[in-house]
């Protein structure tokens, strides 16, 4: 290794791991996972795999639920001179996984923080979506909630930059039908689904198509997906039907915004009766 981390004083190295393929693993990160006295990684039997039939280095478990638990112990480690490395189950930790305040904590008590970078999901997917990727905004998981996603995505539906979002595939048909919904059928947006893995699949199209696609084939709701979507060309259009119920329903008794919203949409009643019952879900 040329940045030999033997001759640092104890710091906290961040390092990236495969998102499927551990072809991905790079010489550098296992050679930092190597020479660390202490991994912290989020399920210490899954990351076990990353070192093959090398001996593993002592692993302690940080994960959502336990990282303000772990954190004194391993900052007391590292000013002890221990340097520790963090990782994840896949990708690069801290992004949608854990480790922002152990890094926090460790810049707190004056601990160098070292990056070995690599796989990261959504990167990766942006890098394959044939949109545009100069300026972007990472999401990631949007609530399990109904009510709450759609609102969430209501609310993204003028940004005029890439988005990015994170979703088990099975949630896609659920997830396609309210993107299509809240930024318009015809707004392209690409899936990467099993990135670097056997089944990988990445297909760009227009929202409404890969909804459609996605719900009658059961295939593409297996393992693990990333969905990025194209920012509005138009932003401050016209005022988006749910977004107006939204701000009606505050207002107005639940029939009264559904007669108000079809007249300032043309809409017809029933339709805006529909919206009504589903902004109540
Ligand atoms: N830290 C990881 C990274 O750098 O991408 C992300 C961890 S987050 C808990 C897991 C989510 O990342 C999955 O639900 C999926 O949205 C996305 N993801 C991870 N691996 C993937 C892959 N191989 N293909 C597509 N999406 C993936």
């Known amino acids: ?47 076990r795999r990353l070192f093959a039939e090398r001996p593993a280095p002592e692993m302690i478990s940080l994960h959502e639920h336990n ?10 480690r590292l000013s002890a001179g221990d340097s520790v490395a963090l990782i994840s189950d896949a990708g690069t930790p801290l992004v949608s996984d854990p480790g922002y305040r152990l890094v926090a904590a460790a810049h707190g008590a004056g601990i160098p923080v070292r990056t070995v970078p690599g796989p990261c999901a959504a990167i990766a997917a942006l890098s394959v979506a044939g949109l545009p990727s100069d300026r972007f905004h990472f999401e990631g998981f949007l609530p399990a909630r109904a009510g709450q996603r759609r609102t969430r995505l209501d609310n993204l539906a003028d940004m005029d930059v890439t988005l990015i979002f994170y979703a088990p595939a099975r949630d896609l048909p659920e997830i396609l039908g309210d993107m299509s919904a809240a930024f318009g ?43 990025v979507v194209a920012g509005n060309a138009a932003p401050g259009g016209p005022v988006r039907p749910r977004a107006l119920l939204r701000e009606l329903a505050r207002e107005l008794p639940p029939s009264r915004a559904a007669k108000v919203l079809a007249r300032l949409t043309g809409m017809s009643r029933r339709e805006a009766w529909a919206l009504v019952e589903q902004n109540d879900s």
């Open 67 to 76: 990282e303000s638990a772990q954190l004194d112990r391993l900052i007391e």
């Open 1 to 47: 290794m040329n940045d030999s981390i033997q001759t640092d004083p104890a710091a906290l190295w961040v390092v990236a791991t495969p998102i499927g393929n551990l072809g991905d693993m790079s010489p550098r990160a296992l050679d930092v996972l190597q020479q660390v006295k202490v991994v912290a990684a989020e399920d210490t039997r899954t990351s």
């Open 185 to 227: 059928e015809d707004r392209l947006a690409t899936l990467a689904r099993e990135l670097t893995k056997w089944h990988e699949t990445v297909r760009r199209a227009r929202l409404a198509e890969l909804a459609g696609w996605v719900g009658s084939d059961p295939d593409q709701q297996r393992g693990e997906a990333v969905v």
